[in-house]
């Protein structure tokens, strides 16, 4: 019922900048916190921004300066805008939804989380 559908990876030099985007689709009525994380080869996911309802903010060290999470509540949107890349930003970027509140048959119900299928970043000369 509820799907999140990312866009917007692709191929970047060093140096360069990409923007993501993540909608989330069905019946929604709240999202709490929207966020992004990021799996490289042979290593473990990682929470890169995340963003709550309210517009607050959290970074990961590693990107802070050089991404800037937003979001559009009334479409259910979250952004990344990421500058300065570098190779180690290469990874899949997964967006994700916390405590997401949709109707189903007149009923209010909540979901803990969803995540979205991914796009890839690769950042390479």
């Known amino acids: 019922q509820v799907q999140l559908v990312e866009s917007g990876g692709g191929l970047v030099q060093p140096g360069g900048s990409l923007g993501l985007s993540c909608a989330a689709s069905g019946s929604i009525f709240s999202i709490n916190t929207m966020g992004w994380y990021r799996q490289a080869p042979g290593k473990q996911r990682e929470m890169v921004a995340t963003i709550t309802s309210g517009g607050s903010t959290n970074y990961a060290d590693s990107v802070k300066g050089r991404f800037t999470i937003s979001r559009d509540n009334a479409k259910n949107t979250v952004y990344l805008q990421m500058s300065n890349l570098k190779p180690d930003d290469t990874a899949v970027y997964y967006c994700?939804?916390?405590?997401?509140?949709?109707?189903?048959?007149?009923?209010?119900?909540?979901?803990?989380?969803?995540w979205g299928q991914g796009t890839q970043v690769t950042v390479s000369s």
């Open positions: 994700k939804a916390d405590n997401v509140g949709y109707w189903l048959y007149a009923m209010r119900l909540y979901l803990n989380d969803r």
